[in-house]
């Protein structure tokens, strides 16, 4: 069956950087993309990124361009988010999904950053 | 492109129809899902392409509209569909509408 599975709540300093993983199984890796979408506490879903498995192209949102790197390592299977200059509005619940221009029928548990001095 | 969502909140019983509502600034074609979220979980994927069920969703929840506007209508709710509901437009990047939270 097909499972997401995302790295452990982290916690950050502002300034700092994270990096989630998404580890895929369950299907072939480079079939699908990754889609990277957040969620602050009480709030809505945002679209952060994706990335295309297959090829390597990504596409970021505007608010966060400049301090989001998404990668894959197609031989592990997972895809990372890395998000840099860490602010305390960045502190959500990071959601990875499989899909690259599509919907996501599969998501990842999700993976708390908290960004707090 | 900005999703807007209505109503923000409604208030029903179990058993009622609901209808939430999804417009969208610019067209998106075909190109728009929504979703179930439920307290502590990831979104659930419901409907895509305005009106495809997804596998394993109960025929109670349909999807309709094109263009700019669209709806999802429960037609009996459950006590397990009080959830919040976020449209998608997957047309140009990707951008979700704020959410209809639906409760008892």
């Known amino acids: 069956q097909v499972q997401l599975v995302q790295s452990r709540v982290d916690t950050k300093n502002p300034g700092a950087s994270v990096k989630v993983s998404c580890r895929a199984s369950g299907y072939t890796f480079t079939n699908y993309g990754i889609t990277w979408v957040r969620q602050a506490p009480g709030q809505g879903l945002e679209w952060m990124g994706w990335i295309s498995a297959q090829t390597g192209h990504t596409n970021y949102a505007q608010k966060v361009r400049g301090r989001i790197t998404i990668t894959t390592d197609t031989s592990t299977s997972t895809a990372y988010m890395e998000l840099r200059s860490l602010r305390s509005d960045d502190t959500a619940t990071y959601y990875c999904?499989?899909?690259?221009?599509?919907?996501?029928?599969?998501w990842g548990q999700g993976t708390l950053v908290i960004v707090s001095s | 492109i900005v999703m807007t969502q209505s109503p923000a909140t409604l208030s029903v019983s179990p058993g009622e129809r609901v209808i939430l509502s999804c417009r969208a600034s610019?067209?998106?074609?075909?190109?728009l899902a929504w979703y179930q979220q439920k307290p502590g979980q990831a979104p659930r994927l419901l409907i895509y392409?305005?009106?495809t069920r997804a596998t394993g969703v109960p025929d109670r929840f349909s999807g309709s509209g094109s263009g700019t506007e669209f709806t999802l209508t429960i037609s009996a709710l459950q006590p397990e569909d009080f959830a919040v509901y976020f449209c998608?437009?997957?047309?140009?990047?990707?951008?979700f509408g704020g959410g209809s939270r639906v409760d008892i």
């Open positions: 998608q437009q997957y047309d140009k990047w990707l951008t």
């Open positions: 392409e305005v009106s």
């Open positions: 999904a499989r899909g690259y221009r599509s919907s996501s029928y599969y």
């Open positions: 610019q067209s998106v074609s075909v190109n």
